[in-house]
């Protein structure tokens, strides 16, 4: 039996972590972006989550931020990590410096300190981008019926681009989206790519293209492929992107 | 102050939320929606392993119907579930998953041809027929006759979810985010709506509606150890408590789940033992074939949880710095397994573990997972005491699941209480009670009720931390109310919550921030969760029997002569330290299946007196129908289809039929 | 549109080394190359409008692509805030690469376009003696030598981007061709680098020799035999 790392890892030295965090409260009128230092001694095993957790239990009551699964799967807490998009969750603080700086993610309206709205960006994303399949009658299936076949490898394709868990990573992670606030973002295009790869979907390429065949859409990324860097579900974005490109492409000649 | 009306106010946003309001909305009523996150963080994406639904397309779920599914189902909950409940979800299952197939949910497909499995830790070479290429396949789950876990890879509530928000907002349903309901206005004996607390603004608002209905899922954050999402700390049930008219049913009932890793609790699907894993203790040892021979690792998750806490407790846990565990080995499913159907088990490990289980063995230990009580209804979903109140999913005990509640069979319930109770709701609002006349008197009684409640919060000038007494709350309730419990330890709980519960009052908030304002929301929920906890060790005391999850080591048989009934709680007098319980029994005469042995775990149980004589006349109804007419059978024993909505009764359709 | 403008350009500027680099292999290979932009090797007389038309070509393709990148940079203020606070913060190597693009794209837009117009005015003026002079009594090496870096990186850069933009086909191959093309970018940027900068030399070095006798055009000697058409 191989011994895991939690036996085999020798107790180090416990680490004080300074951790820095962007601070803004927008319902208060006084209140102006700033960085406030917090610090915490690190715990084995500890992420983010548990260090958050521990400074607003015992040091600052009114500091806010998005958890709730905490394994990684919802995408509520992405934030800025030392800069770079990732989720705060499952990130273990052994892993990062001394100096921790924590920052919401830019490109969200702001709720506050690191809690961001992207629950609003996603609902207008789908929204437009109507992101769901579409079909005649879809209100008249008949759920007694035997379901309609699919190809094993075509399911597991649909589920690989379904993995996507609207963290907003990418987003934050593309200077595109940060620069033009239409832009739909992998998160978008990668829905799109998702959706046009279901056969129960019965929309066109040309009703595709009425969505995204634009600069706001698929012709407004510059391929920077922060998205793909970035992405925490190691969604394969570039792939998707280069695809809807060459698509949409074809269907605007 | 602003007032919202709508017809059909939905408190939750997952799965079973999100089904209610689209039933509601395509039957023409206006609906809200209201979520503590955004609609697809809710926790039912959390679900990884399946949904239970009797489809019988692969080779492991070859001939399996709902009877057997119903089967197991009662059988799992120890007869602590209202059987024709668990009639109308095992009939409607194979319906719900078809149709959230048909609006875009990618479940994984047979494949046909051979292929290599594991099976009691051995490589087995199966094939899948023919005639089920490309329809719906399913893996093994705990308490199951047949393989019926319908999957997404390992992130099959995450696809769900994904697909029922993207049809709600294809159908248009407002989702108002970040809102919380922290109390319901009553009129009496009839729910109007809620008071609603803007979770990013700090205002608050109210929401009069003819029907309101409750799917905030689990309370499992009353315990420290957990699988369950911070958020569910089970408010819906909470305030539907408060206005002493709802009634929570089974508190008590409270399913711990075999595979937490260790030590964050983190969930790891069931599905890694169904596809083949095994448990191993400290030693290495494969224990779980010593206690339960009949279904090893694949038991129900009560009995597996049991007998790991009783393995670890002789001492052959593994140990770590943090305790003693067991281990999930899943290494022999092999890498290409575990990369394409247990992924996100993988990434788990990977990044809270930094474990790789193709190679290595996962820590677990059971954990806190699923609250089987909540707001109890009846069939319809319907409060029976609080008119206009309905609930779903996990929040609510219309009471499938009775003390223990199957591997897979929650999603399922999700998705089948949301297509019923939506028409129910619809039903309701068509009808003459569902007029609601409501004054704005009472209205603004209510929310000034509810402003003073947050004011004198704010206002407090005692010296308690909220943060320190939900840590003694959580404690509490983990050492005291856990897997084993025992009349003393019972009672010390009690006591701790009282005693908190008197301390709670004396919160004092160290921030004045303005907004949100997340201490405040951790006070106000802090109390209402000490309830919850309350009615989960009251009842658990006052329960002198052993049942499914509920297992009294001062009582370890299950006693159907005394116990065979479901618990109520109601809190009618705000200033009391404990529940009014009361108790609802389950009729024998009526059941499809009497109560027996389960056919894994104790084999002891104290028998009622009507079991053996419901089994004659059983013996007697069906001599004279047909083997083959198993409809015709089941109709004969208890009649359940005028229960569902109209446009669900039909019988399900599977490949094998005809043959 | 952006991306095919930027292909052609960068094809060209490939190209166009390739040309001018015909100077290390002698006086005699590079007039050969300018007749034959000039139509000699068709017409049997030098017309150099041929160049000033080609240039034109290529200023235009330029401008072009410069109005089309233009709509991609921030333009406004909350914008150009967004993006570099963007910058600062992630490090990230594509991102940052986009950046030097944009800057090379901006200076190159006076650079090429100085280059350009100087060829459309003067297109006679192109040969081993005429270029060499400019070079280095007139001082044109500056120019070049900017050019020569600034448009290397941005076409290499360039196409690094095209290729991830349009080519990526499974998952399987797209960090792999990510990494190759990234390394073939690099690759090529070095070679032009080298090419140019030993042309660039050369031509110093030619015109610092005839630095005396600017103006003077070379014509060659003994390698008449090269010139077919004459």
């Known amino acids: 039996m191989k011994p895991t790392p939690m036996q085999t890892i020798p107790l180090k030295q416990s680490r004080t972590l300074r951790i820095e965090i962007l601070r803004h409260n927008p319902a208060d009128p006084d209140s102006h972006p700033h960085l406030q230092v917090f610090e915490i001694e690190e715990a084995e095993t500890m992420t983010l989550f548990i260090a958050l957790t521990e400074i607003r239990q015992t040091q600052d009551a009114s500091l806010q931020f998005d958890f709730v699964c905490?394994?990684?799967?919802?995408?509520?807490?992405?934030?800025?990590?030392?800069?770079?998009?990732?989720?705060?969750?499952?990130?273990?603080?052994?892993?990062?410096?001394?100096?921790?700086?924590?920052?919401?993610?830019?490109?969200?309206?702001?709720?506050?300190?690191?809690?961001?709205?992207?629950?609003?960006?996603?609902?207008?994303?789908?929204?437009?981008?109507?992101?769901?399949?579409?079909?005649?009658?879809?209100?008249?299936?008949?759920?007694?019926?035997?379901?309609?076949?699919?190809?094993?490898?075509?399911?597991?394709?649909?589920?690989?681009?379904?993995?996507?868990?609207?963290?907003?990573?990418?987003?934050?992670?593309?200077?595109?989206?940060?620069?033009?606030?239409?832009?739909?973002?992998?998160?978008?295009?990668?829905?799109?790519?998702?959706?046009?790869?279901?056969?129960?979907?019965?929309?066109?390429?040309?009703?595709?293209?009425?969505?995204?065949?634009?600069?706001?859409?698929?012709?407004?990324?510059?391929?920077?492929?922060?998205?793909?860097?970035?992405?925490?579900?190691?969604?394969?974005?570039?792939?998707?992107?280069a695809f809807l490109r060459r698509k949409m492409a074809r269907q605007g000649l | 102050m602003q007032i919202i009306y709508t017809d059909v106010l939905v408190v939750g946003g997952g799965l079973a939320g999100q089904r209610v309001a689209i039933?509601?909305?395509?039957?023409?009523?206006?609906?809200?929606?209201?979520?503590?996150?955004?609609?697809?963080?809710?926790?039912?994406?959390?679900?990884?392993?399946?949904?239970?639904?009797?489809?019988?397309?692969?080779?492991?779920?070859?001939?399996?119907?709902?009877?057997?599914?119903?089967?197991?189902?009662?059988?799992?909950?120890?007869?602590?579930?209202?059987?024709?409940?668990?009639?109308?979800?095992?009939?409607?299952?194979?319906?719900?998953?078809?149709?959230?197939?048909?609006?875009?949910?990618?479940?994984?497909?047979?494949?046909?041809?051979?292929?290599?499995?594991?099976?009691?830790?051995?490589?087995?070479?199966?094939?899948?027929?023919?005639?089920?290429?490309?329809?719906?396949?399913?893996?093994?789950?705990?308490?199951?006759?047949?393989?019926?876990?319908?999957?997404?890879?390992?992130?099959?509530?995450?696809a769900m979810l994904y697909t029922m928000s993207n049809r709600a907002i294809a159908e248009k349903i407002p989702v108002h985010e970040r809102m919380e309901a922290v109390a319901l206005i009553c009129d009496g004996p009839r729910c109007c709506?809620?008071?609603?607390?803007?979770?990013?603004?700090?205002?608050?608002?109210?929401?009069?509606?003819?029907?309101?209905?409750?799917?905030?899922?689990?309370?499992?954050?009353?315990?420290?150890?957990?699988?369950?999402?911070?958020?569910?700390?089970g408010i819906g049930a909470a305030i539907a408590l408060q206005t002493g008219v709802a009634t929570l049913g089974n508190m008590e009932a409270v399913q711990f789940h075999p595979t937490g890793i260790f030590p964050a609790g983190i969930l790891v699907t069931e599905g890694c033992r169904g596809d083949g894993g095994l448990l191993l203790d400290g030693a290495g040892h494969r224990f779980m074939p010593d206690y339960e021979p009949e279904q090893r690792e694949l038991a129900s998750r009560d009995v597996v949880s049991r007998r790991m806490e009783e393995h670890i407790a002789a001492g052959h846990g593994a140990q770590s710095r943090f305790g003693e565990h067991l281990w999930l080995d899943i290494r022999l499913l092999g890498e290409a397994h575990i990369a394409s159907k247990l992924r996100e088990v993988k990434e788990i490990c990977?990044?809270?573990?930094?474990?790789?289980?193709?190679?290595?063995?996962?820590?677990?230990?059971?954990?806190?997972?699923?609250?089987?009580?909540?707001?109890?209804?009846?069939?319809?979903?319907?409060?029976?005491?609080?008119?206009?109140?309905?609930?779903?999913?996990?929040?609510?005990?219309?009471?499938?699941h009775g003390f223990n509640r199957l591997?897979?069979?929650?999603?399922?319930?999700?998705?089948?209480?949301?297509?019923?109770?939506?028409?129910?709701?619809?039903?309701?609002?068509?009808?003459?009670?569902?007029?609601?006349?409501?004054?704005?008197?009472?209205?603004?009684?209510?929310?000034?009720?509810?402003?003073?409640?947050?004011?004198?919060?704010?206002?407090?000038?005692?010296?308690?931390?909220?943060?320190?007494?939900?840590?003694?709350?959580?404690?509490?309730?983990?050492?005291?109310?856990?897997?084993?419990?025992?009349?003393?330890?019972?009672?010390?709980?009690?006591?701790?919550?009282?005693?908190?519960?008197?301390?709670?009052?004396?919160?004092?908030?160290?921030?004045?921030?303005?907004?949100?304002?997340?201490?405040?929301?951790?006070?106000?929920?802090?109390?209402?969760?000490?309830?919850?906890?309350?009615?989960?060790?009251?009842?658990?005391?006052?329960?002198?029997?052993?049942?499914?999850?509920?297992?009294?080591?001062?009582?370890?048989r299950r006693d159907d002569s005394q116990w065979l009934k479901r618990t109520l709680a109601r809190w009618p007098d705000p200033d009391a330290d404990t529940p009014e319980l009361s108790y609802e029994a389950l009729d024998i005469a009526r059941m499809e299946i009497p109560p027996g042995w389960r056919g894994y775990g104790e084999r002891d149980y104290i028998a009622h007196a009507d079991s053996a004589r419901r089994q004659q006349q059983i013996d007697a109804l069906l001599a004279d129908v047909p083997e083959t007419d198993r409809a015709a059978r089941q109709q004969a024993l208890m009649p359940f289809r005028h229960l569902l909505p109209a446009h669900l009764r039909a019988d399900n359709q599977r490949v094998g039929d005809g043959q | 549109m952006q991306g095919l403008s930027g292909l052609l350009l960068v094809l060209f500027v490939w190209a166009h080394m390739f040309f001018e680099s015909s100077i290390l292999l002698g006086k005699d290979a590079m007039l050969w190359v300018t007749h034959m932009f000039e139509g000699v090797h068709v017409f049997g007389e030098p017309y150099p409008q041929l160049v000033s038309a080609a240039a034109l070509v290529v200023f235009l393709l330029l401008a072009l692509h410069a109005g089309l990148a233009l709509r991609r940079l921030p333009a406004r203020a909350r914008e150009y805030r967004a993006i570099h606070t963007h910058l600062r913060s992630i490090h990230h190597a594509d991102t940052t690469v986009w950046y030097v693009q944009v800057v090379t794209g901006f200076a190159l837009f006076f650079l090429a376009s100085a280059h350009l117009i100087q060829v459309m005015l003067q297109p006679d003026a192109i040969g081993p003696y005429a270029s060499s002079d400019r070079i280095w009594s007139g001082r044109f090496w500056i120019l070049y030598a900017l050019l020569l870096i600034t448009v290397h990186v941005h076409a290499g850069a360039g196409f690094y981007r095209l290729v991830m933009k349009w080519g990526p086909l499974t998952a399987a191959n797209?960090?792999?061709?990510?990494?190759?093309?990234?390394?073939?970018?690099?690759?090529?940027?070095?070679?032009?680098?080298?090419?140019?900068?030993?042309?660039?030399?050369?031509?110093?070095?030619?015109?610092?020799?005839?630095r005396a006798l600017v103006g003077e055009r070379y014509v060659p000697g003994s390698h008449a035999d090269l010139n077919g058409g004459e």
């Open chain 1, 70 to 241: 905490r394994a990684g799967i919802c995408g509520s807490c992405g934030m800025l990590i030392n800069g770079r998009p990732g989720l705060a969750c499952r990130t273990l603080t052994r892993e990062l410096p001394d100096t921790i700086r924590l920052a919401p993610l830019p490109g969200f309206e702001l709720i506050g300190d690191l809690s961001v709205n992207t629950g609003k960006w996603m609902r207008g994303m789908s929204e437009r981008l109507e992101t769901w399949v579409h079909r005649e009658n879809i209100e008249a299936i008949d759920i007694d019926a035997v379901e309609q076949r699919m190809a094993p490898e075509l399911a597991e394709q649909l589920y690989e681009l379904e993995r996507c868990i609207e963290c907003g990573c990418c987003i934050a992670a593309c200077g595109t989206a940060q620069m033009h606030e239409d832009f739909v973002g992998a998160a978008g295009l990668n829905q799109i790519a998702r959706f046009r790869l279901d056969p129960r979907d019965t929309r066109s390429d040309a009703d595709y293209y009425e969505l995204v065949g634009d600069e706001s859409g698929v012709f407004g990324c510059m391929t920077l492929l922060g998205c793909e860097d970035y992405c925490p579900k190691n969604l394969p974005l570039a792939v998707q992107l």
């Open chain 2, 23 to 158: 039933g509601a909305r395509r039957r023409g009523l206006d609906t809200i929606v209201l979520s503590l996150v955004p609609a697809k963080r809710s926790h039912s994406s959390a679900a990884q392993g399946g949904m239970q639904a009797s489809l019988g397309n692969c080779l492991g779920g070859a001939g399996d119907n709902e009877d057997i599914h119903f089967a197991d189902t009662v059988r799992g909950s120890d007869w602590g579930a209202d059987q024709a409940v668990v009639r109308m979800f095992a009939h409607t299952a194979p319906k719900a998953i078809r149709e959230l197939t048909a609006w875009g949910v990618p479940f994984n497909r047979v494949a046909s041809g051979e292929r290599t499995i594991s099976v009691d830790g051995e490589s087995k070479v199966i094939s899948e027929p023919d005639e089920s290429h490309g329809l719906i396949t399913a893996r093994n789950f705990g308490g199951t006759a047949k393989w019926r876990a319908c999957y997404v890879s390992d992130g099959t509530g995450h």
């Open chain 2, 407 to 556: 591997g897979g069979n929650s999603v399922a319930e999700t998705v089948v209480a949301g297509m019923i109770v939506g028409e129910s709701i619809a039903d309701f609002c068509a009808s003459d009670a569902g007029a609601l006349t409501v004054s704005t008197t009472l209205v603004q009684e209510s929310l000034r009720r509810e402003e003073g409640r947050l004011q004198a919060i704010a206002n407090s000038t005692g010296d308690e931390s909220v943060y320190e007494l939900t840590g003694l709350m959580q404690d509490t309730m983990t050492r005291n109310v856990g897997i084993f419990r025992e009349g003393e330890k019972l009672q010390e709980a009690v006591a701790d919550l009282r005693s908190l519960q008197q301390r709670a009052a004396a919160i004092r908030l160290r921030s004045t921030a303005r907004g949100a304002s997340p201490e405040l929301v951790a006070t106000y929920r802090l109390r209402h969760m000490l309830r919850l906890a309350q009615c989960t060790a009251y009842g658990a005391l006052q329960r002198t029997e052993s049942r499914g999850a509920h297992f009294r080591a001062d009582f370890p």
């Open chain 2, 350 to 400: 990977q990044y809270f573990l930094g474990v790789d289980p193709a190679q290595e063995l996962i820590p677990v230990r059971p954990a806190q997972h699923y609250s089987m009580g909540g707001i109890r209804t009846d069939h319809n979903g319907h409060s029976q005491t609080l008119t206009g109140l309905f609930a779903a999913g996990e929040a609510a005990c219309w009471d499938m």
């Open chain 2, 193 to 233: 709506g809620a008071i609603v607390r803007n979770l990013m603004s700090g205002e608050l608002l109210a929401y009069v509606a003819k029907a309101t209905c409750i799917a905030t899922g689990g309370y499992g954050r009353i315990y420290r150890v957990s699988t369950n999402a911070v958020i569910n700390e």
């Open chain 3, 174 to 210: 797209a960090a792999a061709l990510r990494r190759r093309t990234r390394t073939l970018a690099i690759f090529i940027v070095g070679f032009f680098l080298l090419l140019g900068g030993a042309s660039l030399a050369t031509y110093m070095k030619i015109g610092y020799e005839h």
